[in-house]
């Protein structure tokens, strides 16, 4: 630990929603080193636990504190879960009354490195299995050219042999060939193996900071060259290779039915795979690309494009909480007067950004009290100054907004959402009624005022975390009446552009308080859509994988039927002869492409349902996807299977006869 003339001796603020202390810096520490990945753990306990407030050290109903440790030396972090559970067993054999068996209150602990990057976890799992279901179709598209490349080279390889090359020789030119395909392969994979890290890194930030710092690991280019070099073997090694004296020498010169046979069999299987594993992705790509459409598709009941947000957090060192509130009315009141500016209004959050603001706690009305077993209600903590709702575009349903008459000292009120009313008050007569915090949690709180609350208002739910509005269940506090205010969010309803009264609005709040911090001034609109980019880049790298896999997909498709219709030329002609018509072969050829795609697509439906309960027990949450992007994969793929048929459907429909007859 260092020191730090600037710093040393200043106070800074520290706290949360429950609390809010001072301190003073006494020292500064120095850039530490990378921590050690497998000592360093977060132990997340739900039990009770220390805190600044000698209340919260005896109270063991806060449940809210996460403890950071160090792990001995030696231990690992499976031994100390068990010691923690070990623990925390005695803990509710001793208390029983604190932590009852229905409420499931668990202890765990993990590594910090796992839980700073747990946001990004599942994400990443998901393109490790889109990866690698890619690479099961290029390696599936592969193989069919092997095997291709194979049964159309026996006649050549057949010569050489007849001519004297030895099958080392034979091997030898397999095998530079296969170097120079791989070798040209794996090049073009390193060039664009730094632009698609940097695309997926921005991708993983989204839900971590640290995937910022994702960098191609050039020790993998060992593993690399290791497998274009392996790939390289099993092309010029695997294939079967005729020999001078053997029988099979010359004995090739007749192949139809061989390509009509085993190994066109094995085409086509391979050919299965690849739109199996096709299906698989598209369908992923869809289930995005609908849920994108459906979120943005979603219409907020208030008005997004001309309300300003500004966050003005709180600022009560040396301030009285009657000159905190005098502070907001009287920058709200300039801010008003500016010119464009219909409505102001200062509230504890922004809809959609500030979602870690938006607990809940527990709740009465009219003083009942719930009988045994019976489930608390619980609603969201929200305080607002008067025009709040006028400021969003949002209507009083019942009764009145807040007013400047509602200020301390006099009768306490309350507004509440419109699902609270319904849920408390099915009759429709929530007004004149009061509610009553009872949460437990309010013993560590200080300047919340705990008294029954007349409630004077109906409000619409305003969710604020999810862009598919849900029922919320909230209660709003004036702001006069209520010295618990947290957030400090500036709501600007504005008939112009509302980017252009940044300046001015910055300019009052610093005139008012110099040291008052103003940040993130945006419209809801433009938070909206940057709610919505993770989705977008969601739909933006899933179609990429769903559109390479398609792409890989039909190249197999219409290379196993142009291997196939090469290999049949006789057979055409003869049907030609006979008197078949032209179509009747092009129907027949793509009538074969839409039957390997629909077993594809009937291999890919089994074996996609299969890995989405695999992946189930991995990533919580996880849902199947609706029908409509089943089927709209499906379609995709049987169109796409079809028009890769076209081509060699085409080409055998023109066969001439005289030539097919005199093939081998």
């Not at 001072?22 to 120095?30: D, K, Q, R, Y």
């Not at 790939?231 to 010029?236: E, R």
């Not at 013993?443 to 969710?463: Q, T, W, Y």
């Not at 990429?544 to 057979?571: D, N």
Request: charged residues 20%; positive net charge; contains cysteine.
């Amino acid at each position: 630990m260092g020191s730090d003339p600037k710093v040393i001796g200043k106070t800074v603020r520290l706290g949360s929603f429950i609390d809010s202390r001072s301190a003073t810096i006494v020292g500064v520490l120095e850039p530490c080193v990378p921590y050690p990945q497998d000592t360093q753990i977060i132990a997340n306990l739900v039990t009770s636990s220390h805190h600044l407030s000698a209340t919260m050290v005896t109270g063991r109903i806060h449940r809210m504190t996460d403890l950071f440790a160090r792990l001995a030396p030696g231990v690992d972090l499976e031994t100390a879960r068990t010691e923690l559970r070990t623990v925390y067993g005695a803990m509710q054999k001793e208390h029983p009354e604190a932590y009852p068996a229905k409420a499931n209150y668990q202890i765990s602990a993990m590594r910090l490195r796992d839980e700073l990057t747990s946001g990004a976890r599942t994400i990443l799992l998901v393109l490790m299995a889109a990866s690698v279901l890619v690479f099961i179709i290029a390696c599936a598209n592969v193989a069919n050219l092997i095997l291709a490349r194979t049964v159309r080279r026996e006649r050549e390889l057949g010569i050489r042999a007849a001519l004297g090359a030895s099958t080392i020789a034979l091997r030898r030119t397999l095998l530079a060939e296969s170097l120079l395909l791989c070798v040209a392969g794996a090049s073009i994979g390193l060039l664009i193996a730094g632009p698609m890290v940097r695309v997926l890194a921005r991708y993983a930030s989204r839900f971590s900071v640290r995937a910022l710092d994702l960098t191609v690991d050039w020790s993998m280019l060992w593993v690399g060259a290791g497998l274009a070099l392996a790939a390289a073997m099993l092309l010029a090694f695997i294939p079967r290779l005729p020999t001078s004296g053997g029988s099979q020498g010359f004995g090739l010169l007749s192949g139809s039915a061989r390509v009509t046979g085993n190994a066109n069999r094995k085409l086509r299987l391979f050919a299965i795979v690849q739109i199996a594993a096709s299906f698989v992705l598209v369908v992923a790509a869809g289930a995005t690309v609908k849920t994108l459409i459906s979120l943005q598709a979603a219409r907020s009941r208030f008005d997004t494009h001309h309300v300003l947000a500004v966050n003005v957090p709180v600022m009560r060192e040396g301030k009285s909480p009657q000159q905190v509130v005098d502070y907001y009315r009287e920058a709200t009141r300039r801010i008003r007067a500016l010119p464009g500016v219909q409505n102001v209004a200062v509230g504890s959050a922004v809809p959609w950004r500030d979602t870690d603001n938006n607990f809940t706690l527990q709740f009465s009305v009219d003083g009942h009290v719930p009988a045994t077993g019976e489930e608390q209600p619980r609603a969201g903590f929200q305080v607002v100054t008067p025009a709040f709702f006028a400021t969003l575009g949002l209507p009083v349903l019942e009764g009145r907004d807040f007013d400047d008459g509602d200020r301390n000292g006099r009768e306490p009120v309350a507004i509440v959402s419109e699902s609270l009313a319904r849920r408390m008050f099915p009759n429709g007569d929530a007004l004149n009624h009061h509610v009553l915090w009872t949460d437990p949690i309010l013993k560590f709180a200080s300047g919340l005022r705990i008294e029954p609350r007349r409630i004077i208002g109906v409000v619409p739910d305003i969710d604020n975390t999810n862009l598919e509005a849900r029922p919320t269940v909230s209660v709003y506090h004036p702001f006069d009446q209520e010295q618990f205010l947290i957030g400090g969010r500036l709501l600007v309803h504005v008939a112009s552009d509302p980017y252009g009264l940044v300046k001015p609005i910055t300019g009052i709040m610093r005139k008012l308080s110099a040291d008052q911090p103003v940040e993130h001034a945006a419209t809801l609109e433009d938070i909206r859509a940057e709610v919505l980019s993770p989705n977008r880049l969601n739909v933006v790298v899933s179609s990429v994988f769903a559109g390479v896999a398609l792409l890989i997909a039909v190249v197999g498709v219409a290379g196993v039927l142009a291997f196939s219709v090469s290999g049949r030329t006789r057979e055409f002609g003869i049907r030609l002869a006979v008197g078949s018509q032209p179509r009747h072969l092009l129907i027949r050829v793509i009538a074969e492409g839409a039957a390997m795609a629909i077993g594809g697509l009937a291999v890919g439906v089994g074996c996609g349902f299969w890995l989405a309960q695999l992946a189930g027990t991995f990533l919580g949450g996880l849902k199947m996807p609706g029908a409509l992007p089943v089927a709209g994969s499906a379609l995709v793929l049987l169109v796409a299977a079809v028009i890769a048929s076209v081509i060699p459907a085409a080409k055998a429909a023109r066969v001439d006869v005289m030539q097919a007859l005199r093939t081998e």
